[in-house]
């Protein structure tokens, strides 16, 4: 069973550009979620989505945003770069989506972004 | 402001020994609790995840949680080498929807 597959891997970007990733959660999850690691926050929650709705967001600019697509995988784009973006950008499935605590995320490997 | 607080570390354990890790998180609302290893440039992996009061055991690991005292532990019995991992604890408010809130992790060393 694929994993989580999240494309590109690394990626090098100037300030102000904008940048878009994608994520292919493991097919049956239907949720996906977005984290931002970085050395200082640690991880940090993005948004997340389900059937192609952001259900929840968490406490970053409106430069982040994402959407969800018809088969689940979903994309984020980061607008007007700062060079605090810089991070490890991890999607997340999962496949219980209901009111259970217990939703368990498997992560991809990420996207390193570097804002030069 | 939801918070999960972990020791960072190094913590450092011989080979074998009971190696112990700790958390405690902010938010009385919090109803479930993960444990995630992550490896050097590598993505985070689930360990465990535990909702109830009392101790739940998966192999060499056993979770602990204390919703009185807002505290949720990691035990790794016979500790091997390759147990030398950051360990990132994690809390979720309500459900699925909701993101989780992850403590900075703390960096575990197994000496051989």
């Known amino acids: 069973k694929a994993g989580v597959t999240q494309t590109p891997r690394y990626l090098i970007k100037t300030r102000g550009q904008q940048v878009t990733l994608s994520c292919s959660p493991i097919?049956?999850?239907?949720?996906v979620s977005w984290y931002q690691q970085t050395p200082g926050q640690g991880l940090q929650f993005l948004f997340e989505y389900f059937s192609e709705t952001q259900r929840n967001k968490g406490n970053f600019p409106g430069r982040f945003s994402g959407r969800q697509f018809s088969n689940s995988r979903s994309e984020m784009n980061v607008s007007t770069l700062e060079l605090g973006d810089s991070a490890l950008y991890l999607c997340a499935s999962s496949f219980i989506t209901g009111a259970s605590g217990a939703n368990v995320l498997t992560f991809g490997a990420g996207s390193r972004l570097t804002v030069l | 402001q939801k918070e999960v607080e972990q020791n960072s570390g190094p913590l450092s354990v011989p080979e074998g020994a009971i190696a112990s890790l700790n958390c405690t998180y902010s938010?009385?609302?919090?109803?479930?609790f993960f444990w995630y290893r992550q490896y050097s440039g590598k993505s985070p992996e689930l360990i465990m995840f535990?909702?109830?009061?009392g101790d739940k055991e998966d192999g060499r690991f056993t979770a602990q949680l204390n919703k009185a005292s807002q505290y949720v532990s990691l035990l790794i019995r016979d500790s091997q080498p390759s147990d030398s991992a950051t360990y990132l604890c994690?809390?979720?408010?309500?459900?699925?929807?909701?993101?989780?809130?992850f403590g900075k992790g703390t960096h575990l060393i197994i000496q051989p």
């Open positions: 994690a809390a979720r408010t309500g459900g699925g929807a909701d993101g989780l809130t």
């Open positions: 535990i909702y109830s009061n």
């Open positions: 097919s049956g999850h239907r949720s």
């Open positions: 938010d009385r609302g919090s109803q479930s």
